[in-house]
Nanobody, 128 residues
Framework: QVQLVESGGGLVQPGDSLRLSCAAS????????MGWFRQAPGKEREFVAG????????SYADSVKGRFTISRDNAKNTVYVQMSSLKPEDTAVYYC?????????????????????WGRGTQVTVSS
């Protein structure tokens, strides 16, 4: 059974930076695409960033492009998202997700339906 555990969330001020981590257990992350989603109160869960299992390709939501960077360390079985220039509208619960099937080394999954495994989320609050 795959378990994904997010960490690194917290309360920050606008313009600050934060790095979220997602540690996986029960399965190696190699061969599986990974992603980050977020859900604000009263809103649908939305795609934030995705990364191929090789780490060579990434994809971002327009709202975070240029501010967030997703990365992974397959040796540590961990995925990260570095968030900078945070805005109040970035406030949400952030979820890590992984595909359930081995995918191409260059494939980036961007749709929620492509992900089979989810963490419980970590709260990020951006407020002055």
């Amino acid at each position: 059974q795959v378990q994904l555990v997010e960490s690194g969330g917290g309360l920050v001020q606008p313009g600050d930076s934060l790095r979220l981590s997602c540690a996986a257990s029960g399965r190696t992350l190699s061969g599986y695409a990974m992603g980050w989603f977020r859900q604000a109160p009263g809103k649908e869960r939305e795609f934030v960033a995705g990364i191929s299992w090789s780490g060579s390709r990434t994809s971002y939501a327009d709202s975070v492009k240029g501010r967030f960077t997703i990365s992974r360390d397959n040796a540590k079985n961990t995925v990260y998202v570095q968030m900078s220039s945070l805005k109040p509208e970035d406030t949400a619960v952030y979820y890590c997700a992984g595909t359930g099937s081995v995918v191409s080394a260059l494939y980036v999954a961007t749709r929620r339906s492509e992900y089979d495994y989810w963490g419980r989320g970590t709260q990020v609050t951006v407020s002055s």
